[in-house]
């Protein structure tokens, strides 16, 4: 066969499957009640809504998902990667290890940050920039 014969070939086979499937070349818009990811764990998928992250940690080349009943998925990903793929409104990093649901903050100083009876400490980094969200979202008194 023919470099020419085998490229119709392969092409044929190709636009073939995609005639046979429409959502393939032309997707629905699929709409989910509220922003989700899937982590693997064992072997399985599981769902989790953006809403229950309380706060993510970095260990070496695993990250901790941690959700607001104390659950933790590790995941093998840097934070950055993960803060790039989430693209979480209420997501914030506040230290080269941490990123937190601003949502889930009970309280915080100026140099930590408590989720959940956890203290995540604010990286000097990142102290301006994460109270600036704080008084831009929530009314603070001094």
Do not use: C
């Amino acid at each position: 066969m023919t470099t020419q014969a085998l490229s119709t070939r392969i092409l044929g086979t190709v636009e073939s499957a995609f005639s046979i499937n429409p959502l393939i070349t032309n997707p629905l818009p699929i709409k989910t009640n509220e922003p989700s990811i899937f982590i693997k764990q064992n072997h399985q998928f599981i769902k989790v809504s953006y809403n229950h992250i309380s706060y993510i940690e970095s260990d070496g080349n695993y990250i901790n998902v941690v959700t607001n009943t104390n659950k933790k998925y590790v995941i093998k990903r840097s934070i950055t990667e993960i803060q790039e793929k989430l693209q979480m409104a209420n997501m914030f990093r506040v230290h080269r290890s941490y990123l937190v649901n601003i949502n889930h903050i009970h309280e915080f100083s100026a140099n930590e940050i408590s989720i959940n009876k956890m203290i995540i400490p604010i990286g000097r980094k990142y102290q301006k920039d994460f109270l600036d969200i704080i008084k831009h979202i929530y009314s603070v008194i001094d």
